[in-house]
DNA sequence: TTAACTGCAAATGGTTTGCTCTGTC
DNA sequence: GACAGAGCAAACCATTTGCAGTTAA
C-alpha cells in the first residue's frame, strides 16, 4: 500500500460524486503533485479487482468509480449527469427471475437507473 | 436507406449473436467489397438513434450491436463471451421500485445478467 | 535485498470525423 | 443540381504499457 494507492482510494472513499479517474487524478495531484494519470488508473484497476472498488464503466466513454463495493444501484440524471446511490435490494430476486427464464447459471447483474433527478426538475 | 445501410441492417436482424461493429463490417463486405468501416459505424449509430437497433456497450472496450429493439434483457457468458437474450418483463417493476425509493424521475433502465452458459457448464 | 510500484512518455485501438466524391431524387 | 451518404485516411482520446528509476517491507 504506497501513499498513492491510498491517497487515491483515500480520495474515492470521501467523495459520494463517482468520479472519473481524470477527477481523482486531479484531486490526489494536490496532495502528491507529481503522481501520474497511469499511476492512478493502474491503482484504480488493481482496487477493483480486490473488490475494494466499484467501476461504473456503462456505456459511456469515461468511466467513473465507486469506493463503496457494497451492492447497491445508481441512477444517472440525464440531464446534469449526475450519478447517485439507490439503494433498493433486488439482488436474490432478479437472479432468480433470470435463472428460472433460462438455462443459464446467473453468477450476477448489473442494473442502472436513467432519469431526471430532483434538482433538475425543479430549475 | 442506401444499399450499405440497408445491408447492415439486415445483416444484423439475420443473427443473434450481438455481434461487434467489426464482425458486422467483414460480414458485409461479402456483399459490398469496399464498404468502410466508418461507414459501418455511422450507420449503426444512425440505426440507434432511430431506434432500430439497440446499442450494448457495458464495460467492455468492443460495443457489441443488437438488431431487436423490443424490450429485451441480456446475459453474458463468462466463460465463451456469448451473449444472449433473456425475455422477463421487469421494466415496470424495476423502474416503480427505483421511483419510490428515491426523489427522482425514473424513465429506463439497463439490466445485464453475467454467468455461465449451458453449452459451457457441460464441457 | 528485492519484489512491487511509480513517473514518464509512447503506444493502443475502438470509434469518430474531415474531406472529397458519388449516387439518388 | 442539390444533398444525403459513402470511402478513405487521419484524428481522437480514454486507457494501457514498457522501461528505467524508486520505494515499501
Chains 1, 2 share one sequence.
Not at 5 to 14: D, G, P, V, W
Not at 37 to 56: H, K, S, W
Not at 93 to 105: G, K, R, S, V
Amino acid at each position: 500500500m504506497t501513499k498513492q494507492r491510498k491517497a487515491i482510494l483515500e480520495t474515492l472513499k470521501s467523495t459520494d460524486c463517482h468520479p472519473t479517474a481524470d477527477w481523482i487524478y486531479n484531486e490526489v495531484k494536490d496532495e502528491i503533485p507529481n503522481i501520474s494519470l497511469g499511476t492512478v488508473y493502474r491503482n484504480l484497476n488493481f482496487l477493483a479487482e480486490q473488490g475494494e472498488i466499484m467501476v461504473l464503466d456503462y456505456g459511456s466513454t469515461h468511466s467513473r468509480y465507486d469506493g463503496t463495493p457494497e451492492q447497491h444501484y445508481h441512477f444517472h440524471c440525464q440531464e446534469c449527469d449526475s450519478v447517485y446511490d439507490i439503494h433498493i435490494n433486488l439482488k436474490e430476486t432478479l437472479n432468480q427471475q433470470a435463472d428460472e427464464a433460462t438455462p443459464f447459471t446467473i453468477n450476477e447483474h448489473r442494473l442502472e437507473f436513467y432519469g431526471i433527478c430532483d434538482k433538475c426538475q425543479n430549475s
